[in-house]
């Protein structure tokens, strides 16, 4: 990771992930970043009422749920190397595995993602992703597997 033209950089809690990732609605789906401790974080979303992600009857298309993941994944990653004064690294989904899929979420629901880091070699970190309702039900959960261009 290149140096950023900032200090380290005094970042707190909860963090908006618009400053953290590249995405911009309609693709920015995760909104901050709330906790962050060790190789754990939570994230929220709120559901888009309206867009590619939304199902006729209400819901979302199942793939929102993975997406969602791997954008939380990205905005920690930002947090991180912003919090040392870093650039976030260029980062690529390159597996998805178990993802299992239990319920579904409505237009302006919040969502809350959980997210643990489950094994980190050089350019791969593999995150187990958890996506939940504000009243605790898993609606998705697998793991995900990310390759970052550092340095």
Request: proline share 6%.
């Amino acid at each position: 990771m290149k140096k950023s033209s900032l200090m380290k950089e005094s970042v707190g809690l909860p963090c908006p992930a618009d400053v953290l990732v590249p995405h911009r609605p309609p693709m920015l789906l995760v909104r901050r970043i709330l906790e962050r401790e060790g190789d754990t974080a939570l994230l929220d979303a709120v559901v888009p009422p309206e867009g590619m992600f939304c199902l006729p009857d209400g819901g979302v298309i199942l793939e929102y749920f993975i997406e969602l993941t791997a954008q939380a994944m990205a905005a920690v990653n930002g947090f991180d190397a912003r919090k040392d004064g870093l650039e976030a690294a260029l980062g690529f989904l390159v597996g998805i595995d178990g993802f299992s899929f239990y319920g579904n979420a409505g237009p302006g629901e919040t969502v809350l993602i959980e997210l643990e880091k489950t094994f980190a070699f050089d350019k791969v970190t593999i995150m187990s992703g958890r996506v939940r309702s504000k009243t605790n039900e898993t609606i998705a959960e697998g793991t995900l597997k990310v390759w970052e261009e550092k340095g």
